[in-house]
Nanobody
Framework: QVQLVESGGGLVQAGGSLRLSCAAS????????MGWFRQAQGKEREFVAA????????YYSDSVKGRFTISIDDAKNTLYLQMNSMKPEHTDVYYC??????????????????WGQGTQVAVSS
């Protein structure tokens, strides 16, 4: 059963914005933390951003800090990633992830229990 479903990917020009959504079928309240990763074909999955639900603490990779914002709407059971001032190097498949337990670090894919199927983001120059 698919637990996480992403949407909102697409093609945008450099400098533009996109908002990714991730709907959690078991409810966002089921998770301790949620995050976003990106992956290019043939490369390892790379951390983008994460949020701890109980504290609201957010974590970002250096490459997106100040441009991207992660947030959760528990009433809608949805995780978001607002991406602003996008660059061609932000082109990738983006994955939503969720962890059911506390972790010392949310930067690693192994921390997460559930994953979405991915949504393609392309930024043209």
């Amino acid at each position: 059963q698919v637990q996480l479903v992403e949407s909102g990917g697409g093609l945008v020009q450099a400098g533009g914005s996109l908002r990714l959504s991730c709907a959690a079928s078991r409810g966002t309240f089921s998770y301790y933390a949620m995050g976003w990763f990106r992956q290019a074909q043939g490369k390892e999955r790379e951390f983008v951003a994460a949020i701890a639900r109980n504290t609201g603490s957010t974590y970002y990779s250096d490459s997106v800090k100040g441009r991207f914002t992660i947030s959760i709407d528990d009433a809608k059971n949805t995780l978001y990633l607002q991406m602003n001032s996008m660059k061609p190097e932000h082109t990738d498949v983006y994955y939503c992830a969720a962890s059911i337990a506390h972790s010392a670090s949310y930067y690693y894919p192994s921390t997460y229990d559930d994953w979405g199927q991915g949504t393609q983001v392309a930024v043209s120059s």
